[in-house]
């Protein structure tokens, strides 16, 4: 078996993406294009895989070796076109590489291994000097189309923008992925010129120079014709978001997942669901997402990095880099920020935020509150509207919640504090030290009424006339109810 080279261009700028972002680096199913091509590329275990950059050099670079740390980076000079890209891979090789090698486009995420499998086999079968994916397409307009001989044989390829009018009508495209054997690389690609519509160096002529010269060129359309589908504007990216999704939701249906609303659940490529999962309409499941058996996500909900446990229930909720244990309920509409690690049993519940949160098997967080920078030990409750204070400003400050606490409604837990094993907090309670295990914290001022306020400092007002009202009805009520007892002439109340 010859040796193996594989070279991913990923060097362009993506023009037509109209993009601050490099083209290869916008994403599908979680990750970049360029991963999905590096994927496939590293699949096939060549001696040398080279990834050829220009365009954001440092931010693809870095990206590409966190896919494939082996793989060699190749600088671009700038001279453009797909040709001068791989001259200068080929260049990078060693002088006494004689094997063959795959070219892919970082743009054409849908490549796979068995796809690159096929096209070398096909390529050694043969003994071509080139062998190209090509595909019929209903639409091929944008692709190189590839111009056949009278006998059938692949004669060049012509780019969209150089094309005549008839070769415009061809429907067989090159999907810019080849195999090559380095000699033709090496003996062709110094004579391809930049005279052309885009004065670019372009690769494809690499295979009209081959055919000329009387080498072959192997070329068979794949009957998987999306897979072959180049991405370069946002229109494409989103019908190749599409399309992966679909497959996706697919495979976990397959795999004993329920999914109600395909159309509106979209999953990461690398999400893994246990059996049983369900999944309710529009859930984004997204990284490196993880639920275990039985768990319930959705309707309107959106997990990243997260991991769901056994049999929870996660409503309407938007969390990051959480983890949320066995039969725990959560939302609707909760808010789990990074660092947010709720127990087996536990519950975060109805508008409620946590950030870097600690809260224990069993404790409960129900209602309207804010949890930040806060460790909850096991069984305890969280009164509705508790807000952790936990910024004074400058830093941040830890909150310590003991086993089976039970805090009022709407305390404010002032940063760094600690509330002790089974203690209580009052209603309306601001937690400015520590609460020893076992005691009551209040600090809550005892309550004046000021009788009538209101009529003599809003004289004339709805309250006051509300006010006035009432009172009127008190004393009706009390004067009737002393009737009652002692009859119309018995004396005022009090007397008898
Ligand atoms: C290319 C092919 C076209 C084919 C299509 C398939 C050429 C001349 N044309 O066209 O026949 O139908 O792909 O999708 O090859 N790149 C570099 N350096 C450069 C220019 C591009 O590394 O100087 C990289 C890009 O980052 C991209 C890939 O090469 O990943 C293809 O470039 P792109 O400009 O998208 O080529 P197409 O016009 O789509
Ligand atoms: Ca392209």
Redo the contacts with the bound molecule.
Sequence with gaps: MPDLAVI?????????MKSAT???LHRLGGLPLLHHVLDAATALDPAHLLV????ERALVGESALEAAPHAVLVD?DD???????VEQAVEALPSDFVGDVVVV????PFVDRATLEGLLAQHRAASAQVTLLSAILDDPS????VIRKPDQSVAR?V??KDASADELLVSE?????YAFTVAALRSHLPAVSSANA?N??????VVGLVEASGGLVAATPIAEAWR???I?DRAQLAAAARRLNDRIVRHWQLEGVTILDPATTWIDRDVSLAADVEILPGTQLKGATSVETGAVIGPDTTLVDTEVGEGAVVKRTDATLAVIGARASVGPFAYLRPGTMLGADGKIGTYVETKNATIGEGSKVPHLSYVGDTEVGVGANIGAGTITANYDGVNKHRTVVGSHVRTGSHNVFVAPVRIGDGAYTGAGTVVRKDVPAGSLAINVAPQRNLDGWVETNREGTAAAKAAGAAQAAQAAEASAASTAEGGADAAPAGDS
Excluded: C, F, M, W
């Design positions: 991913v261009l990923a060097a362009g700028q993506g023009t037509r490099p083209k290869v050829v950059v220009r365009h671009q001279q453009p076109g797909t040709g001068r890209a486009s970082a743009d054409v944008g692709y190189g189309r390829i780019e969209q495209i090159n999907s810019g992925t885009q670019e160096k372009y690769l494809t002529d072959l589908e180049g370069n």
